[in-house]
């Protein structure tokens, strides 16, 4: 028992003497100024250090990436209210435009032989001649002076020509029935064609085919009246243009809104076309008298 003690002894007075010597190998100091033991902290500490940092910039990446998506969020927004009540004012300056020209067409009228012929009427029927026709009763006929191709305007705006004139009403075939045909313009008279309306379901549509490619044509266009078909006055205001279609090499098609509101017509004017005010036929002979 004893030997074992003194074994036991001698064991932990090696182990003190190494752990001495190592304690004073740590505090020994190199060139550099560092010591064995801070070179072992800093083995150890340096991985754990370089993590937290690495996290830290990943984190701080993540947070610059937000603010800099939020930041373009914003300006999207910005943005899109810009373009938004950029279209907003265009559209009323578009409707204004519009509005313009019906009053200075109404000026012009009124200062023409074509307006002092004119006659007021009401809408009073919308007969039923299937999907694709488009067209009105109107309360005044043969008795008021009123003809075939007379033409019918809807606050400043052709709605259409008299196709059928009985003695107290007239039958008055819109621009957008497919019988139709009215010759056009281009306001600023980039070129010229024949409207047709298309009986389509979509509502307030006519189209101009075979305009040349080599014109320039936009949405928003204003198309009025050329007079070359010798029953509607030149100037009136007919629509805007609202898509432009390539169906051929050499000519676009046209589709073109109506400046009228069919749904909405109840009180029109009616003129003379411009073949009878400088012919003098206006009364409609060869009607059948109702």
């Not at 070129?191 to 040349?212: H, K, M, S």
């Amino acid at each position: 028992m004893r030997g074992l003690t003194e074994r036991r002894l001698g064991l932990l007075f090696a182990v003190t003497c190494l752990a001495l010597l190592a304690l004073i190998a740590a505090q020994v100091r190199r060139p550099d100024g560092s010591t064995a033991l801070s070179r072992a902290a800093r083995a150890v500490v340096a991985p754990l250090v370089g993590g937290v940092l690495g996290a830290a910039r990943g984190v701080g990446g993540i947070l610059d990436h937000y603010v800099t998506l939020v930041g373009a969020r914003a300006e999207r927004d910005r943005l899109a209210r810009e373009l938004a009540a950029a279209q907003a004012r265009l559209a009323r300056t578009r409707e204004l435009e519009l509005e313009n020209l019906r009053l200075r067409t109404a000026l012009g009228l009124a200062r023409t032989t074509v307006f002092e012929r004119a006659v007021v009427a009401e809408v009073i029927a919308r007969p039923e001649h299937g999907p694709y026709r488009h067209a009105v009763i109107v309360d005044r006929g043969r008795a008021d002076g009123v003809g075939p191709d007379w033409v019918v305007l809807d606050r400043g705006a052709v709605a259409g020509r008299v196709v059928r004139a009985e003695r107290r009403r007239a039958e008055v075939l819109l621009l957008l029935d497919p019988d139709s045909g009215i010759a056009v313009r281009h306001r600023e008279g980039r070129f010229t064609g024949i409207l047709r309306g298309t009986g389509g379901t979509e509502a307030r549509l006519a189209r101009l085919d075979y305009v040349p490619r080599d014109q320039q044509v936009l949405a928003g266009d204003v198309l009025v009246t050329s007079g070359l078909d010798g029953i509607y006055p030149p100037g009136l205001l007919v629509g805007t243009v609202r898509r432009v279609r390539g169906d051929s090499p050499l000519t676009w098609t046209i589709d073109v809104e109506v400046a009228f509101d069919p749904a909405s017509l109840e009180t029109v004017l009616l003129l003379p076309p411009v073949g009878a005010v400088r012919g003098g036929d206006t009364d409609g002979a060869g009607e059948d008298d109702r």
